[in-house]
């Protein structure tokens, strides 16, 4: 099932993200966490913490997929 997130704005950052869902407790964790969890993006790989996530993009993490839609 996918989850839907909802970006307040033009768009959030993959760290941003990763912190909001609880994921990561702070930003300097999203590194890390990134070069040790496949993080895919559009059916790609991602490992970028500052990559800018837009609605209609769709990210998997450790099981989950979510889909991302304008406020």
Not at 28 to 57: C, F, I, M, T
């Amino acid at each position: 099932m996918i989850k839907k997130f909802t970006i307040k704005g033009e768009y959030i950052t993959l760290a941003q993200f990763l912190k909001e869902e609880s994921v990561i407790s702070s930003g300097g964790q999203a590194k890390w966490y990134l070069k040790e969890n496949p993080v895919q993006l559009n059916g790609e790989l991602e490992d970028r913490r500052g990559k800018k996530l837009h609605s209609g993009d769709v990210l998997k993490l450790a099981g989950e997929e979510y889909e991302f839609i304008s406020e």
